[in-house]
Structures are given as C-alpha cells and as structure tokens.
C-alpha cells in the first residue's frame, strides 16, 4: 500500500513520534510511505528513514503547537498527492490553519483520507480547558469529512462525541504505543552520576499547562537532602523555569534529550515520573516511563487516568502541588510499593500498547477504507 502521512516533523512533541514512528513501521513492512509536512527540506534530517520519501510544504510562521501555513500549501498539496497517487492520506492533526482544506483536496484528488485527532482534555472547567475545547470544535466539520477518526482512549471518544457531536462509530480507538523492546529497565548512568536516594522525573514540553512550576514546588515542599527533581524537555516555558528553579542544588534541567540512548538513560535512573498536566491525550512520554518500570503519578485529566490507575497515583488537577508532594512522601516511604507499581506499569503497557499492536489494527483500518468499506460522514 501506497500511504502519505501529514503531520509534524520538528522532534518537539509526541504528534512527531507518532507521525514518525508509525510511518517507519509502516515502511519497514514494505509499504510505500511519504510524509509531507511543514518546513524544508533539510528539516530534521537525523530523524529520517532511508526508505521514506519526505516532502515539505511552505509555510510563513512554525511554532511548536502550531504552524501558519503559506498560502500556496493548498496548491502544494495537490501537487503532490497527484505526483505520488497514495492509496491513502493519513493525516495526523491539529498542525496548522491548513488541515480544514485535507478533506477538499482529498475529494477533488480522489484520494481518501483518515485523520488522527491529537485531543488533550480535561473533565474541569480551567483556561486551558475552555481554550481546548474550542480550539477542537473548529476541528469537528473537517472530521466529519475523514473516512474514519483515529483517538487513543475511551475517555477520548467520549469526550470527542459527547462536546463535538462526533458520532461513535466514525471513532476507532487506537492508542499511542511505545517499543517495549527499547523501552525497558535497566541501569542508568545518569543516575550512577547523582548524589540521590530518591530521583523524581519529569520528561516533556516545557509549556503552561503542563504545571513544571507546580511539581518544582511540591519537590521543594518535601524539604528531603538526599532527593532530586530531574527536569528534561524544552518548550515555551524553559527559560522562566530555569529562572526561578535552576539555581536550587536539588532541580536540574537537563534538557531535551533527542537521541533514544540519551533519553532511556535519563528515564531509567527515575524512581517516580510525574505528569502535572492542566489538559492531556495520552502521553508518550508517560507510556515510556512506565514501559521502563518507572511507577507514574498523574493528573486525573485525558487518558492518564486510564492508563495509569493501578499502576500509579492519581491526583486531583484541582490541587496539584499538595497532591503531587502527599504522593512524593508517600511513595518515597514505600520502596515495596514504588516496585510493585512500577512492574505493573512495566506489564500494562507491554501488553496492550506496543507499537507494533497499534500499527497492525492500523493496517486494518487502512485496507477497509482503501476498499471502500469506510466513508465520510459529510462532504466538504
């Protein structure tokens, strides 16, 4: 089969592991696969797969939630979807002011279209909720027109057909994956590289709504010698954080960490992840750590809830730094209860979000839409 991806490629964010994971996978299995995007043609060139061809498409202004895009992309698109004749367009949204026109170009061209609906949410009523929420009803006309809608939890589709009317059988729920054969246990030389008894980890963007500040303060309330806060990512957020927090002896930044080796090593020396999220899908960066036996504690927003429970603690988003710091204390208390939580994290995930699981009921999908099993609801 013959696929064309749309989606990120600047290695910010999980809408680009996914676009980049699956498409590889897809690859390596002997399909044929282009992956259009916004930037040029020498964006991020370590992260590309020899037997993929990557196409960019022009664009005035990139940031990293959200590109503006020229206004010759339309034309651009076509072109290329004419040039290439893919069987299938596997668009990964929300990326720019350009996905409402994939399903005008994908009709004129013939070409049918899936769309995977990055959606980060919460069951609250906060800024960055309200802002959610609208920003994905601007979103609800143009999937309606996909062929079918890929999400990645049950609370997701509930979500998704409950506030934008989606109807649930348009929804598959495929969820976001890790290489469990990568992402294992083992030893860390960073952490061999701490004066440490208790690592405490974040790993992810550096953004408002993902409430760094909050978990740096609950670390800070615990007032422990011997723990640390290891702080890895980048975003928007990075240089007021390191303003305030980088000069406390216990906090590090360490960056973001791009390369594989890099990252695992870092992740293995945590001895609890913590996801502080105001709004979330399903994490990457969560389903990695846990995929490395690292016990979570979440927020009880998106899908956290229902990959975590059992395999962590939930807290409420509503008082995150007193949550977050009661779970420290108590879980650095419980080394028994830090392993057993961390093996059950480390099963879970290993057993219902490999990528090589999601990416088989992909190819599932695909070859019903191909063969005109699936169709969009409405036309635009």
Known sequence: MKVLWYGKWENVDGNHTYMKTLSAIQANRGHRVIVTYFGDEHTNLQERHPRITYVPLPYLY???????????????????????????????????NFDPFIPKICRQTGIPWIATFHVSFANHLDRYSLFSYFNHLLYRKTLMAAARVIIFSQRQRAYINSMLKIPLDLMEVVPN????????????????????DFVVGYFGRLAPEKNVGKLCEAFLDLNEARSCLVIMGKGISERRLRRKYGCRPRIIFCGYRSKVHEKLDVLRGFDVFVLPSSIEGLSLSLLEAMSCAVPPVVTDVGGNAELARG????????AIRTGVREALRHLKGDSGLMKSLGEEARRRVSSRFSWELNSARLEEIYNKVVGGLFSPREMI
């Open 177 to 196: 994956g890790v290489d469990c054969r990568v992402y294992t246990p083992g030893p860390s030389e960073f952490r061999e590289g701490m004066d440490a």
């Open 62 to 96: 990139w940031t990293q939630p959200w590109t503006l895009s020229h206004p010759s992309a339309a034309r651009r698109f076509r072109e290329i979807l004419c040039s290439y004749q893919p069987d299938l367009v596997h668009a990964s949204l929300a990326v720019s």
């Open 311 to 318: 395999a962590g603690v939930i807290v409420t988003p509503k």
